[in-house]
């Protein structure tokens, strides 16, 4: 085991932390507070790479792995997690599951456009009464003259106002339940296929989450993704990409929380001395430290193991699990330490601790994600 990041890696972490201090951090609560989509920086981020991390150069990516990608969103959202989200939904879910599961020609279409950061992508599962119960999805796809017509509506989409590509999950077999569910590419501006509601949301405010809607939304058989009635099992693989990139969304934003929170430390006395000096305020940051090299440890492992064509259903699961709950308790933590002014906008904190809990309950609940964990370990 080597657990020395590589020369590569730490110039990686470097360059992406110089990009988020310089172009995201002087913006953060504006966007925050405006609920504004931060185009340019996304853009800026097509074109130096980070959108395409983990596609090959041919396909007009970077040739990452998922250790590299971790690093790229784990540093993004240090400054804003919700530029974390927007890359990690574009890249894992929606680039990701064209990649994996597309045919060639919908690789070679799609792919190098998303990869560059030229096209958005959003990945629409969820639905109003399709949630944790994924496999409950209404939405449906019928045939008809040739042509698959969708229609339906799904929900907490993230980018989807943004999105110049969608790839959605719609019931194709009504009988076989989350076994006739396939997946669909939808292109911006189909006839049939629009934007609903976009969420007030509690944190991760720049980032844009919504309602994707079909009506009788007509699509060639070509945009079906992988094989017919296969798109749910497809998810749940393209999920455990997904997850590692939550935990990396997770422990970039609990970073940014102990950072401000041990900075803080140092400058503020009580009593005629730092608050670091103080017992009490050195076990809160002890505990903060050991959850974030645990998240990390994790999720590098897990990470490491989908480079290496392994399965990481189970691992992934549990990065997921450990690292959005410590992230959690770090920014609780972090806001405890600065007192009163941890409730004041003027300091980060308050704003990483409505961010980090978007990360116990999208891409699979903390609750669904012990029920995968459970499945794996009673398998073996």
Same mark, same amino acid.
């Given at each position: 085991m080597d657990f020395e990041y590589t020369p590569e890696q730490i110039q990686l972490r470097k360059a992406v932390r110089e990009f988020a201090e310089a172009e995201i951090a002087p913006h953060v609560m504006e966007w925050d507070e405006a609920q504004q989509f931060p185009r340019e920086v996304v853009r800026?981020?097509?074109? $130096?790479?980070?959108?395409? @991390?983990?596609?090959?150069?041919?396909?007009?990516?970077?040739?990452?792995?998922?250790?590299?990608? *971790?690093?790229?969103?784990?540093?993004?959202?240090r400054v804003d997690g919700s530029v974390g989200i927007i890359l990690a939904a574009h890249t894992s879910l929606c680039t990701n599951h064209i990649y994996k599961m597309g045919s060639e020609e919908q690789r070679q279409r799609y792919v190098p456009k998303l990869a560059s950061g030229e096209w958005l992508?959003?990945?629409? $599962?969820?639905?109003?009464?399709?949630? +944790?119960? @994924?496999?409950?999805?209404?939405?449906?796809?019928?045939?008809?003259?040739?042509a698959w017509v969708l229609d339906g509506a799904k929900t907490f989409t993230t980018n989807a106002h943004y999105a110049d590509v969608c790839v959605a999950m719609a019931v194709t077999d009504r009988a076989a339940a989350q076994h006739g569910i396939s997946a669909f590419i939808v292109d911006k501006g189909t006839p049939g296929y629009r934007l609903g509601k976009k969420e007030n949301k509690l944190g991760l405010r720049a980032s844009a989450t919504g309602e994707v809607i079909f009506e009788s939304c007509r699509l060639a058989p070509e945009q079906?993704?992988?094989?017919?009635?296969?798109?749910?099992?497809? +998810?749940?693989?393209?999920?455990?990409?997904?997850?590692?990139?939550?935990?990396?969304? *997770?422990?970039?934003?609990?970073?940014?929380?102990?950072?401000?929170?041990?900075?803080? +430390?140092?400058?503020?006395?009580?009593?005629?001395?730092?608050? *670091?000096?103080?017992? @009490?305020i050195q076990h809160k940051l002890v505990d903060m430290a050991v959850d974030l090299d645990a998240s990390r440890l994790l999720n590098y492992r897990a990470a490491w193991m989908l480079d290496h064509g392994q399965r990481v259903t189970r691992e992934s699961a549990m990065a997921k699990l450990f690292a959005s709950e410590a992230a959690v308790r770090i920014a609780g933590e972090a806001v405890q330490i600065h007192g009163g002014y941890g409730f004041i906008k003027d300091y980060p904190v308050e704003k990483f601790y409505r961010d980090v809990k978007l990360c116990t309950i999208g891409e699979g609940t903390s609750e669904i994600q012990r029920l995968v964990i @459970?499945?794996?370990?009673?398998? *073996?």
């Open positions: 800026k981020l097509g074109r $130096l790479g980070y959108m395409g @991390a983990i596609f090959p150069e041919n396909l007009g990516g970077a040739g990452l792995g998922y250790i590299d990608y *971790s690093i790229i969103i784990e540093e993004l959202s992508g959003c990945w629409s $599962l969820t639905e109003p009464e399709a949630g +944790s119960d @994924a496999a409950g999805t209404r939405t449906h796809a019928d045939l008809d003259g040739g079906m993704l992988g094989k017919k009635n296969d798109g749910f099992v497809d +998810s749940l693989k393209v999920l455990d990409g997904g997850r590692i990139s939550i935990a990396a969304l *997770s422990i970039g934003m609990a970073q940014g929380a102990y950072d401000a929170a041990l900075r803080y +430390s140092k400058l503020r006395k009580q009593f005629s001395r730092p608050i *670091s000096e103080f017992q @009490a @459970a499945r794996q370990l009673l398998k *073996s």
